[in-house]
């Protein structure tokens, strides 16, 4: 390594191009900065999977695929209903448990006065100028269909008009006879009451009451699905409604129910909106954040921000993209329906369920901006109390900004030229925002390692000159170490399959180099040319002796001699630590809380909490995607299978799916809705006659038998029959029959695809007239409590067993896709996958955190490789330093190493890495492997350490976790190198083990504590953002930064001791040069 010599006499001789060269290149970046500062998409990571892989299929071809956003209403505090102004989340009710009902006002939620509100806010939403774009819904409890926009209100009016298929009379099949089977209710006999429509304005809470109950009894449970779960039919002798009080609902009958006057009452309600996917996109928004416009939507609110969605409509955003720009999001519409929504809040509060995430993650960055400007506060006074020179916390501070424009810049470039060239370079994501924040301590690190050598040089009587050349030459030795095996643990990440993680290691890796450049060597520099200016003037002053630098030198020289001298005793301390905190690493599992991610008192986080607390049974919607011939009878035959699998739960099922209130796993799918369909028939065939039914032709003219000898049943295990009834399904929807509400074809369309084109009078066959296909299928279920991971893959292996009957009908296994068009009446099943947001998400973070594990594991080898490359000695000192049998050694070595890939990679890859490491052992030496072993051993342990104390805090596994242990590796063993590499200088002037080890106390140690103190402070800050990602994030850096202060003045002393006692070879041997 004595090449780094003619890189410090290189600098000094050309210090004005140097500087030139800086300031060239600063002007350079400027112009990459916007384009990285660009807020990033956090829930784009553009990694490939089957699951998403048939969720980017569900979105993009089938043609009724529209998106739904929930509100949820709750029920205001009474004693707050006269403050003026929106309801906030904080000032609703407190829930009081499962089936608890709410006392005041009466009915709660299904107060009279309560649902008029509602019924404005749903209005708010039917006249705002996007309700052109809202798709149509049918209401589960009435059968009623409506446009885009489904209330509580509208299943009253629905219900309280007499109109709705619970007050229409039905038929069923008994026998081989079609009857009639009267109303499940009425709204005609009201009892004591007049039956009131629900606009009536003589309506009084007791029809409300009435109706509620009526519906509640007679709607199978969806009535009850649309309150939150502290439903209950609550006893008041004034009511003239008699109901189930104390009761729980079985089926279609309740259990255990005392029946006496009273109403049902809740304290939450759902609002549902439908958007049509294509005309949203015909009008110029769109779904994805990194796709849209980049708007401005938040107003200051003290030293935080609030999100103030930007003014947008249909004709602006679809002028904007007609110009050349881009979309609008549809982040901000949800957020302005909320605020509009928000206007009629006054008995009720209103909260956005599950969407905008992009909006409140980039609100809390900016909320949190006064904590950095705090950060740089506190670290300026640290700085300046380790260093002593307000010039040197000036100079410090340049190199600090420099090295954030640079790595910006060139990230900002690297945008710029991935766009030109058509290549994606970076892929920026939530962990782009980490970044700076890394940086800033790792400059503080260079800069004061490089300064305080500087004066340490000064104080020793040496001139500024020399003083700068040491520090450059030796420290700066140190710090192009620690920025390079920084940069190969970060750059482990190139070898992932997530391009977000690539990137991530691309960025880090740019921004580790600005700072070793502009930390590590300009800011030494730029000292000597300020002080050779002092110089000149008369005014440089001498450093002064026997200042305290945050701690006194005396106490690291004896904390380091007192490690070296007990180094046993510290070994045995390592490993009963080691011992205590490895269960605890090992115990931790995955989870997605969103308060480790985003502010618990945020309304995006108060929306989860409130779906997960009141209605928790609803679970997140998820999706199985089939392809192949679906028409096939046997796939039919298989939805039925696992519908009744779901419902049979395995011995490790977590009991995760959604369940309807009578208790049944609840899974949408077309083998109801063709049963759906034959009812229709019966009630009505006129609309099936007009497609070409006609019951007088064999096979009723469409390739459809019926079942037996009777006309009744339709024979579904014909593919005719399936055939038929998919097509019109799929072009003109279900019409309504007795029982069953009207279905439309774009709500078809989200469960069934044809693969050509159908006739519209033949919808049988397509418009080429061959018998029709349909090619894929969609079968939706819901997820409870997804952020739950371990239990999300419990869940998922109890589904995949669940979804045996559509193994039996594929060729390969259910997860491989292989072309639609290669299904046989054999084996009819191509591909079937779960997908879905709860599922993806969980695929997402997994995969994330696998591969950031398994970078740590490839990080460690590049930190070794690199420190072993770092510590080699020349050629002719490698010979003198061999001992005897270093041939069998090196062998023996290298096929460890060989053995160990290959039992994970293979032949190849075994053999080639026993040759690699076999000529390395040659080339560079079994001492420097040694050494380089013993300085990345103490950062190990600090992983060990630092994941026992998360657990012991009661964290999990999530991304921010995980990432923190590749980062300690970056970070933490640059503490470590620097201490290597000055006991190696003192060592080779002659000096023993301890008294070696004192000087790299009283020296590296000042420079080590003022570091740690300044990078812990400014952690410490960050970790009082409300922001849980930046809360996490800096309470666990500030950890790890404690931890890896430990490694360097205690673990490595101890180390470095021990090994000089087994083997002086390795560290007397190998000189600093």
């Known amino acids: 390594m004595g090449g780094f010599d003619r890189v410090a006499n290189l600098l000094f001789e050309k210090r004005k191009i140097t500087h030139l060269v800086v300031l060239l290149m600063t002007l350079l970046m400027i112009p990459g900065l916007p384009i990285s500062l660009t807020p990033a998409d956090i829930e784009s990571y553009d990694l490939e999977s089957p699951e998403l892989t048939a969720a980017r299929v569900i979105q993009q071809d089938f043609t009724g695929n529209g998106i739904m956003v929930g509100y949820i209403y709750s029920v205001r505090d009474v004693s707050l209903i006269d403050e003026p102004g929106p309801v906030g989340w904080d000032e609703i009710q407190p829930y009081s448990g499962l089936f608890s009902g709410i006392e005041e006002p009466a009915g709660g939620i299904l107060n009279l006065s309560v649902l008029q509100e509602l019924d404005r806010k749903a209005d708010r939403v039917k006249n705002h100028e996007i309700a052109e774009n809202l798709g149509p819904l049918v209401s589960e409890i009435t059968g009623t269909p409506v446009d885009g926009v489904l209330s509580l209100p509208d299943n009253f009016r629905s219900f309280m008009k007499n109109e709705t298929l619970l007050t229409k009379p039905s038929k069923e099949p008994q026998g081989i006879f079609i009857v009639d089977i009267p109303p499940e209710t009425n709204w005609h006999d009201c009892g004591n009451l007049e039956c009131l429509e629900f606009d009536d304005p003589n309506v009084t809470q007791d029809h409300i009451d009435l109706a509620a109950h009526r519906m509640a009894n007679n709607s199978n449970g969806a009535f009850l699905r649309w309150l939150s779960n502290d439903r209950a039919f609550l006893p008041d002798p004034e009511s003239q409604v008699i109901g189930p009080v104390n009761g729980l609902l079985q089926g279609d009958s309740w259990e255990g129910a005392e029946w006496k006057p009273g109403r049902w009452s809740a304290s939450s309600a759902w609002m549902l909106v439908q958007f049509d996917r294509e005309a949203m996109l015909e009008d110029g928004w769109t779904f994805a954040w990194g796709d849209a416009e980049l708007e401005w939507g938040y107003s200051a609110n003290g030293l935080s921000f609030d999100s103030d969605p930007p003014d947008l409509d249909s004709e602006s955003c679809k002028l904007q993209v007609s110009l050349g720009g881009s979309a609008c999001s549809t982040e901000w519409l949800f957020l302005a329906l909320e605020d509009e929504i928000s206007e009629e809040d006054s008995l009720t509060n209103t909260l956005l369920i599950g969407e905008s995430p992009n909006v409140e993650v980039n609100r809390e960055i900016l909320s949190s ?287 995760r799916f959604a369940r309807d209130p009578s208790g049944d796993v609840e899974l949408i799918a077309i083998d109801e809705l063709l049963e759906y369909a034959q009812f229709a028939l019966w009630y009505n065939s006129s609309p099936f006659e007009e497609t070409g039914w006609n019951s007088s032709l064999p096979e009723n003219g469409v390739n459809c038998p019926y079942r037996g000898n009777a006309a009744l049943f339709i024979d579904f295990d014909k593919r005719g029959c399936i055939t038929y009834f998919f097509g019109h399904m799929f072009l003109y929807g279900i019409p309504e029959s007795g029982g069953y509400p009207m279905i439309p074809s774009s709500i078809i369309s989200n469960f069934i695809q044809p693969a050509s084109p159908l006739d519209p009078e033949s919808p049988w066959l397509t418009q080429e007239g061959e018998n029709a296909t349909f090619d894929r299928m969609v079968m939706r279920f819901g997820l409870r409590q997804p952020e739950q991971f371990e239990k999300v893959e419990l869940a998922i292996e109890e589904l995949k067993i669940d979804m045996s009957p559509f193994q039996n009908l594929s060729y390969t296994e259910l997860s491989e896709r292989s072309d639609r068009s290669s299904a046989n009446e054999s084996y009819p099943v191509t591909w079937t996958i779960e997908t879905g947001s709860p599922i993806t998400r969980y695929i997402q973070a997994s995969r994330m955190q696998s591969e950031l594990q398994g970078s740590l594991s490839l990080g460690v080898l590049f930190c070794v490789v690199i420190l072993w490359w770092g510590f080699r000695a020349d050629r002719e000192q490698l010979k003198s330093l061999r001992r005897q049998g270093y041939e069998s050694r090196a062998i ?90 000055r006991f190696r200088e003192e060592r080779s002037r002659g000096l023993d083990v301890l008294p070696a080890l004192s000087v790299v106390g009283a020296a590296s140690g000042v420079a080590l504590v003022g570091s740690a103190l300044s990078d812990i402070t400014g952690f410490i800050v960050i970790s009082r953002s409300s922001m849980g990602f930046f809360s996490s994030f800096g309470l666990f850096s500030a950890l790890m930064i404690g931890l890896s202060l430990i490694a360097s003045l205690i673990l490595t002393p101890a180390a470095l001791r021990i090994i000089s006692s087994f083997d002086k070879s390795t560290i007397e041997g190998l000189e600093s040069e």
Request: net charge negative; proline share 3%; aromatic share 10%.
């Open 369 to 655: 901006v006064w904590l950095i400007a705090m950060m740089g506060a506190a670290i300026t006074v640290l700085l300046w109390i380790s260093l002593r020179r307000w010039t040197d916390v000036v100079i410090v501070g340049s190199g600090l900004i420099l090295s954030l424009t640079w790595m910006q810049g060139s990230i900002g470039w690297g945008l710029i030229l991935g766009d030109w060239a058509g290549v994606e370079i970076i892929q920026r994501s939530q962990f782009s925002n980490l970044l700076p924040i890394l940086i800033l301590a790792l400059g503080i690190d260079d800069s004061l390692h490089a300064l305080h050598r500087y004066k340490e040089e000064r104080r020793a009587g040496k001139s500024t000159e020399t003083s700068a050349y040491i520090a450059i030459s030796k420290v700066g030795r140190a710090i192009m170490l620690t920025s390079f095996t920084t940069i190969g643990a970060f750059m482990a990440n190139l070898f992932s399959d997530i391009p977000a993680l690539r990137s991530f290691g691309i960025e880090a890796g740019l921004g580790v180099l600005s700072a070793f450049i502009l930390t590590g060597l300009w800011v030494p520099l730029l000292r000597y040319d300020v002080d050779k200016w002092l110089e000149g003037k008369g005014k440089l002053e001498e450093e002064p002796e026997g200042l305290v630098r945050l701690v006194p030198t005396s106490w690291l020289a004896s904390t380091a001699r007192f490690s070296g001298a007990w180094a046993p005793l510290i070994a045995l301390l390592m490993l009963l630590l080691t011992s205590i905190a490895t269960p605890a690493m090992l115990g931790l599992k995955g989870d997605f809380k969103v308060e480790d991610f985003l502010d618990d008192e945020s309304d995006f986080a108060a929306g989860v909490f409130l779906v997960n607390e009141r209605f928790a049974e609803e679970g997140e919607p998820a999706e199985i995607l089939v392809e192949g011939d679906v028409s096939h009878p046997d796939v039919v035959f298989a939805v039925r299978q696992l519908r009744f699998n779901m419902n049979q739960p395995g011995e490790n099922d977590p009991d």
């Open 892 to 981: 023996l070595a290298s096929s460890f190493v060989g053995l160990l890939l290959f039992t994970s990679y293979g032949v190849g890859i075994g053999l080639l890495s026993f040759m690699i490491m076999f000529y390395l052992m040659l080339q560079w030496g079994e001492g420097a492997l040694s050494l380089a072993a013993i300085t990345t051993f103490p950062i190990l342990i600090v992983v060990v350490w630092l994941y026992g104390t998360i657990a012991a805090l009661g964290y999990g596994l999530n991304m921010v976790t995980v990432a923190i242990a590749a980062i300690s590796l970056g970070v933490g063993i640059d503490y470590v190198i620097h201490v290597v590499e």
